[in-house]
């Protein structure tokens, strides 16, 4: 008799402390990662394009003050060098696919950049027909290289953006960058400064096309 109670005692003591764990794994195992940035304060991309904030290709990190703003550092190259910028970024819209677990909004961005600058074609040496001389100041096709200079930049670019449940983030964008100040070009023949004589001399303002890869954890 006494054995029988004790067994069964034994039986109620280890339905109950399953039945406390499973209970206090519950709210546990039932915690996930919210869709977006609310639960992911940090964010790294890789990105390339066309005149990106980060050049030809770069790399970025961001704080995301939740869903709304994000905030980030930069650096990347252009076909000049080096380069940096720092950026903000605006969720204007966004919102969950509840069926794939995928957030998406549609983002504005706008920042601020230091990079070398000669204008985009200022790197491609395309040929003029032979017996043409780019550096004879005499020549018709006189075109001597621009010297680069250090340019700051504003840029504004409207996109879209996309955080899938794994955590990895896909980002569009395009818009417009803009030199901020004024610059005196100048170009060089044989090492020295000369004049640019008549041909175009670098925009002040660039079509931009952003494409961004990245994770956030």
């Known amino acids: 008799m006494q054995r029988g109670a004790a067994c069964a005692g034994a039986l109620l003591y280890f339905l109950s402390s399953q039945s406390a764990h499973a209970q206090s794994a519950a709210p546990f195992e039932a915690r996930a990662i919210a869709p977006g940035y609310a639960d992911r304060l940090f964010h790294v991309e890789a990105m390339t ?11 970025r990190g961001e704080i995301n003050l939740g ?29 969950v696919n509840h069926r794939t677990k995928t957030f998406h909004a ?15 074609d200022a790197s491609f040496d395309a040929g003029l027909g032979e017996g ?30 996309a955080v899938f449940p794994s955590g990895f983030t896909l980002r ?21 400064a000369a004049s640019c004589g008549t041909q175009q001399l670098p925009s002040e303002s660039l079509f931009v096309f952003s494409v961004g890869l990245g994770y956030a954890f």
Request: proline share 6%.
């Open 49 to 59: 394009g066309i005149a990106t904030a980060v050049g030809l290709l770069g790399v």
């Open 67 to 95: 869903n709304p703003i994000s905030l980030g550092l930069g650096v990347g190259a252009n076909a000049h060098g080096p380069l940096w910028e720092a950026h903000a970024r605006w969720r204007i819209i966004h919102g």
């Open 106 to 120: 549609l983002t504005f961005e706008g920042s601020f950049s230091r990079a070398r600058y000669a204008g985009i």
């Open 132 to 161: 043409c001389d780019k550096l004879n100041p005499n020549d018709g096709c006189y075109a001597p290289p621009i010297t680069p200079q250090l340019v700051s930049w504003g840029q504004g670019e409207l996109g879209w953006e």
């Open 172 to 192: 569009l964008a395009s818009g417009i960058a803009h030199q901020i100040g004024s610059y005196q070009w100048q170009c060089t023949v044989l090492g020295a």
